[in-house]
Every structure is written in structure tokens, then in C-alpha cells.
């Protein structure tokens, strides 16, 4: 066996001993690796500093990429289109003094109507509001003269419950007036001279007719203005509303009526 002196530092004597070592270890394990040559074991062992430096850029580009995935701000979130919401009835809620005359435009479409009618003699009225919002600001005992084309009142309620997705009305808030009526004693009974149209669900009485009787002679000394006329509605009997039944009462069991009237101007 050849000496090995440790002083001998240089790089030759490295690569020999490297040499001497990989011999030994190839010729014990012949059967199992085959040889290989130095020249071929030393170009693998030299890689040139180039290809070094080639082989780290991309390791220092993933790095940049990795930082520039970190320093990018999150997307912001997908916009989503809102579905469409249905449409909102909308309505004309006018302020209209007593004796006035206007119009509303109600829109069902998305909402029924919030009032309810009596069409009763030749007259439509507003005999309940379910919701101020959609009775369009109409009120209880408003006068409806109008639904689109129609003026009859049969003709109107019947439109109004159809529910068209526009309609156009033309209402009239009266201006009611007081009248103090007495019966006229004849014989044995006392006369109040008015024919009265109604139903049990009735909010208000209609005067169909004007007979012999209190009525008339009320009419004689009233003004043209607070004359009880035919198609007047009674609103109030000696302080009772919105029930007919009970203003029917109240007029067969009294002599003198304080009746609060409506009336609707003429067409």
C-alpha cells in the first residue's frame, strides 16, 4: 500500500486519494455498478460557475413571483347583478280641500286597492279606506266621478274591482252641510218625507226620493245651497256615522234629525 502523508495538501494529491478510493470502492462493488471513468466522474463533479449562476435564476424569479403574489392587493368582489325588484305601486295623495275636484292616478300592479266603494242612486262613494297609501289620499265619503272612460257607477265599481295596472280617476270631496229636519205630524203618524236607499253594510243613507212630509217643509225655508236634494248622501243622523242600520234607528225613533249630507256635483 502506498504512504499517505497527511502534509501533502496540495490539490493533485486530493484528487489522487479521491481517485484511489473510488478504484477500491468500484472494484468491490464491480458486480453491481459499473465503472466509471475519472474524466466522466470529474465533469460531473466541475459544473462551470455560469451554470450555476443560470440555475439560480429561477429560483430567485419564483422568490419575486412568490412577493409579488403577496404584495398584490385581493380582487375586489364580483359585482353581482341585484335582481330587479317588482315594481312599487305608486300613488297621487292630494290635499284637497272640501268642495274640491281632482284626479289620482292609481298604479296595481304590484299592490290591490286599499278602499272600497258603495254605488248606490247615481252616485259611487268611498265607503271604507284599508290603507291610506293606496286609497291614493282619497277618504271615507269622497265622491268617485270617474274611472277612466266610465261615469256610470255600476260601470265604475265594476272597473275598479278588474284592477287595471293604471287607472285614472276623478274624485270629488264633498262639502258636507247640516240640516235640521222635523217630521210633519199627519193623523197619527209623523212624516219625514225622504225615501232612503241602503244596504245592512251601508256607511251612509241615499235619498232616492223627496216626498210629502219634513223634508219638504225643511226645503221651503232652507237656501238653494242646503237643500236637500235627490242623490244626497246622509252621512250623519244626530251624531251616528258609518253605520246605516243604526242611523236608520235613530231616524225612526226621533221628531227632530240633525242629518250631516253630502252631495255630488252635478255631471
Known amino acids: 500500500q502506498a504512504s499517505i502523508q497527511p502534509e501533502r495538501g496540495s490539490r493533485l494529491f486530493g484528487r489522487r486519494l479521491d481517485l484511489l478510493v473510488k478504484a477500491r470502492c468500484s472494484g468491490m462493488f464491480c458486480c453491481a455498478n459499473p465503472a466509471v471513468s475519472e474524466d466522466a466522474e470529474d465533469a460531473k463533479a466541475l459544473v462551470p460557475a455560469s451554470e450555476l449562476a443560470s440555475a439560480e435564476k429561477p429560483l430567485e424569479k419564483e422568490a419575486e ?26 300613488y297621487t ?46 277618504q271615507v265619503n269622497d265622491f268617485i266621478l270617474k274611472v277612466d272612460e266610465e261615469t256610470d257607477p255600476t260601470k265604475m265599481h265594476d272597473a275598479l274591482k278588474k284592477q ?59 237656501p238653494p245651497n242646503e237643500q236637500i236634494e235627490v242623490d ?5 243622523v244626530g251624531g251616528l256615522s258609518g253605520d246605516a242600520m243604526k242611523m236608520i234607528d235613530s231616524v225612526k225613533q226621533n221628531d227632530t234629525l240633525e242629518l250631516t249630507i253630502a252631495r255630488a256635483p252635478k255631471p
Open 65 to 90: 413571483a412568490e412577493e409579488q403574489a403577496v404584495a398584490e392587493p385581493a380582487p375586489p368582489p364580483q359585482d353581482y347583478k341585484k335582481e330587479e325588484e317588482p315594481p312599487v305601486a305608486e
Open 93 to 138: 295623495a292630494p290635499d284637497a280641500a272640501p268642495g274640491s275636484t281632482f284626479e289620482v292616478t292609481l298604479n296595481t300592479e304590484a299592490s290591490p286597492l286599499g278602499f272600497g266603494t258603495d254605488a248606490r242612486g247615481s252616485t259611487l262613494m268611498v265607503a271604507k279606506v284599508n290603507s291610506a297609501e293606496t286609497a291614493a289620499g282619497m
Open 164 to 222: 287595471s295596472p293604471a287607472m285614472k280617476l276623478k274624485v270629488h270631496r264633498p262639502a258636507p252641510f247640516k240640516a235640521s229636519v222635523t217630521k210633519r205630524p199627519e193623523n197619527t203618524n209623523k212624516l219625514l218625507g225622504l225615501r232612503l236607499a241602503y244596504v245592512t253594510s251601508s256607511t251612509t243613507l241615499v235619498i232616492t226620493e223627496i216626498l210629502e212630509g219634513g223634508a219638504k217643509d225643511y226645503n221651503e225655508k232652507a
Open 232 to 236: 244626497d248622501r246622509i252621512l250623519d
